[in-house]
């Protein structure tokens, strides 16, 4: 059973960053597509960006797009994600989601789609 481990996280202020880990366990190989999704107290789960382990794809939620950056390191089988220009609105719990090979061919970063999660971290921006 593949495990997604997270780190990162925490409290900053607006206009500040954080940087988040996700670590894939064995079978990590398995991996089609690793990414971040997050949920806000009251609302569903959304997309947040994600990123295909062999070509590098990536996709962006609009509301992240300029701010936050996904990458991939396919030896330690980690992917982060930088975020940068943080906003209040940011505020929710992480969570790192994968999909195996089956989702070859489907569209990138699709929450319902993910067969894996991580344990989720909080990212809270306040002044």
């Known amino acids: 059973q593949l495990q997604l481990v997270q780190s990162g996280g925490g409290l900053v202020q607006p206009g500040g960053s954080l940087r988040l880990s996700c670590a894939a366990s064995?079978?990590?190989?398995?991996?089609?597509?690793i990414g971040w999704f997050r949920q806000a107290p009251g609302k569903e789960r959304e997309a947040v960006s994600c990123?295909?382990?062999?070509?590098?794809?990536?996709y962006y939620a609009d509301s992240v797009k300029g701010r936050f950056r996904i990458s991939r390191d396919i030896p330690s089988n980690t992917a982060y994600l930088q975020m940068n220009a943080l906003k209040p609105e940011d505020t929710a719990v992480y969570y790192c989601?994968?999909?195996?090979?089956?989702?070859?061919?489907?569209?990138?970063?699709?929450?319902?789609?993910?067969?894996?999660w991580g344990q989720g971290t909080q990212v809270s921006v306040s002044s």
């Open positions: 064995e079978r990590s190989l398995d991996v089609y597509e």
């Open positions: 990123i295909r382990r062999r070509d590098g794809t990536t």
């Open positions: 989601g994968a999909v195996g090979r089956r989702n070859m061919g489907q569209p990138m970063c699709i929450t319902d789609d993910q067969e894996y």
